[in-house]
Nanobody
Framework: QVQLVESGGGLVQAGGSLRLSCAASGRTVSSYAMGWFRQAPGKEREFVAAISWGGGNTDYADSVKGRFTISRDNAKNTVCLQMNSLKPEDTAVYYC????????????????WGQGTQVTVSS
């Protein structure tokens, strides 16, 4: 069993930046692909970013490409999401997750995820 705890969310003005962190415990996640997804009120869960186990490959939703960067530190068992040029439409609860498999373009299946951290972007 893997426990994931997200942090770093908050309230920021449009154009601002936030850095989300995800700390894993219970088992090392260094051999797993990891990702972030988000969910806004009344909307379906949306893929945000993914990173391969070694960090050499990344994938981003078109909506965040060029603004968000996913990274990982396997020695620390952490995954981060740097979010720049934030927009009001980025407002959502952001979840860190262990990826089970890729289903298609911008579509992933997840094994574990955390409680999420709220990101609110004001206009």
């Amino acid at each position: 069993q893997v426990q994931l705890v997200e942090s770093g969310g908050g309230l920021v003005q449009a154009g601002g930046s936030l850095r989300l962190s995800c700390a894993a415990s219970g088992r090392t996640v260094s051999s797993y692909a990891m990702g972030w997804f988000r969910q806004a009120p009344g909307k379906e869960r949306e893929f945000v970013a993914a990173i391969s186990w070694g960090g050499g490959n990344t994938d981003y939703a078109d909506s965040v490409k060029g603004r968000f960067t996913i990274s990982r530190d396997n020695a620390k068992n952490t995954v981060c999401l740097q979010m720049n040029s934030l927009k009001p439409e980025d407002t959502a609860v952001y979840y860190c997750a262990v990826i089970k498999r890729r289903l298609g373009r911008e579509e992933y299946e997840y094994d574990y995820w955390g409680q999420g951290t709220q990101v609110t972007v004001s206009s």
